[in-house]
C-alpha cells in the first residue's frame, strides 16, 4: 500500500523509462510484460493501459492511479488549491468539494511541473482560488518562470489577493506577457456583485486586484457568467468595466454550467442560453465599440443571432460537451460547440437544428 502522493511520468518504450529514471523522476512503465511503477519495483498490471500515452504524468494515490497532465491535449490545468474563498451561487463545483482537504501541497506542485514537457505550450492555474496558497503561489510561478521557455499560462484567479499591496509588489514581478489572468465580474457595484459570490466586500477587492494588474501592463480578461441573477444588469456591467479598465484584454460573456452549487440553485439561476444572449447584445456592441475584443463562451450557435456566430468560441472541455439529437440534422454542427451534458441534464433545454448551408461560411 502507497500511504502518500506518488507523481510519474508514462513511458512505453525502455528508452523513456531509462531516459526519465536518469532525471530521477518515478515512472510507470508500460511494456508487454505488465505495467511496474519504477525505482520503487511496485505492480500496476491491471491498471487499463489504453488510457495513457508516453509522458502522461499521472498521480498514484492509495495505489490507485489517476491521469493529471495529457500530453495530446491544450486544456491541461493544475488545481492549485480547491478550496475557494467566495461562494459563489453558480459556482459548478459543490460547496463541500470546495471544503474538502484534497489539494497538492506547494511542493507538490513544484514537482509536478518538474515532470511536465518543457515544449508544453499552454497550462492553466485554477482553484477553488489558487492565491489562497498566499505566497506559495508566488513560488509556483517562480518555478514556471524557470521551467519553460514557450508556454502560454492562464491563471483563473478572483483576483482580491491582488488588492494586497505587499502581495502584489511581490507578483508583478513575477508577471510575463505569456501569463494571462481570467477574472470574474458578475455585478455593477458591490450589491450586485457580492450577493453571487456571497462574499462581502469582495467587489471593492477583485476591482481594486483587476486596476494592480493593468496598471503594471498585465494581460487581463474578465469573465462575465450570466445567470438569472444579473442579465437584466448585463448592460450596467459593461458600461461599468469600460468606465474604469483601461487597458483590459477581453470579456468574455457566459453560459452557466449547471453542475455543483448551480445545479442546486436551479430555480434562482436558470435562464436559457437563447435569453442570456439577447440580454448580452447591447454589452457586446458596447465592448466592441470600445475595442476590446469579446466572446461568447458555452453559448450553442443555434442560442445565438447568426450575425454573432463568429464571437462565439468552442469553450467547453472536450469530455464535456453534448448534442442532443436534434443536432444530428443541423447544418452548423461541425463549427458549433455544443452544451455542457449535465446542463442538458438538469434542464431539458431544447436545442433547435439549423437549417441552411453554412459548411463553407466560416
Known amino acids: 500500500m502507497i500511504n502518500k502522493r506518488i507523481i510519474a511520468s508514462i513511458a512505453k518504450c525502455e528508452g523513456t523509462k531509462n531516459k526519465l529514471l536518469l532525471e530521477e523522476k518515478n515512472v510507470l512503465y508500460i511494456s508487454d510484460e505488465g505495467v511496474t511503477l519504477f525505482p520503487l519495483g511496485l505492480d ?10 508516453e509522458y502522461d504524468i499521472v498521480e498514484i494515490r492509495n495505489n490507485k492511479v489517476y491521469k493529471i ?3 495530446s491535449s491544450n486544456e491541461n490545468s493544475i488545481v492549485v488549491m480547491n478550496k475557494c474563498n467566495e461562494n ?3 459556482c459548478p463545483c459543490t460547496e463541500i468539494w470546495r471544503n474538502l482537504d484534497i489539494s497538492m501541497t506547494v511542493d507538490e506542485i513544484i514537482e509536478l511541473i518538474d515532470y511536465i514537457p518543457s515544449d508544453t505550450r499552454h497550462l492553466t492555474l485554477t482553484g477553488g482560488e489558487p492565491t489562497i496558497v498566499g505566497y506559495g503561489f508566488l513560488k509556483i510561478l517562480d518555478k514556471i518562470n524557470d521551467h519553460f521557455d514557450h508556454i502560454d499560462i492562464q491563471i483563473l484567479t478572483n483576483g482580491r489577493t491582488f488588492s494586497n499591496k ?4 511581490e507578483l508583478k514581478m513575477r508577471i510575463r506577457s505569456n501569463m494571462q489572468f481570467g477574472i470574474p465580474i458578475y455585478g455593477y457595484n458591490s450589491t450586485t456583485h457580492d450577493s453571487i459570490v456571497q462574499t462581502q466586500g469582495a467587489f471593492y477587492e477583485t476591482v481594486s486586484g483587476i486596476k494592480k494588474l493593468l496598471s503594471c501592463g498585465a494581460n487581463v480578461e474578465l469573465r462575465i457568467v450570466v445567470s438569472r441573477l444579473n442579465y437584466k444588469n448585463m448592460t450596467k456591467i459593461a458600461h461599468f468595466i469600460v468606465m474604469h479598465f483601461t487597458g483590459l484584454n477581453s470579456v468574455k460573456i457566459m453560459a452557466m454550467e449547471m453542475m455543483g452549487s448551480a445545479a442546486k440553485n436551479r430555480e434562482q439561476l436558470w435562464i436559457d442560453y437563447s435569453e442570456a444572449f439577447k440580454a448580452s447584445k447591447d454589452a457586446i456592441k458596447l465592448f ?4 476590446i475584443d469579446v466572446r461568447l463562451y458555452n453559448f450553442p450557435l443555434c442560442k445565438v443571432e447568426e450575425g454573432y456566430w463568429g464571437i462565439c468560441s468552442k ?3 472536450s469530455f464535456k460537451i453534448e448534442y442532443n439529437d436534434s443536432c444530428n440534422s443541423c447544418s452548423v454542427k461541425s463549427i458549433c ?3 455542457f451534458k449535465s446542463t442538458l441534464k438538469i434542464t431539458n433545454m431544447h436545442l433547435e437544428p439549423v437549417k441552411g448551408k453554412y459548411e463553407n461560411t466560416f
Open 88 to 90: 459563489c451561487v453558480m
Open 44 to 53: 500496476f498490471t491491471n491498471l487499463n493501459v489504453m488510457l495513457f500515452s
Open 337 to 339: 460547440g455544443g452544451v
Open 69 to 71: 497532465f495529457d500530453v
Open 288 to 291: 466592441l465599440m470600445n475595442g
Open 315 to 317: 469553450s467547453i472541455t
Open 166 to 169: 505587499q502581495y502584489f509588489d
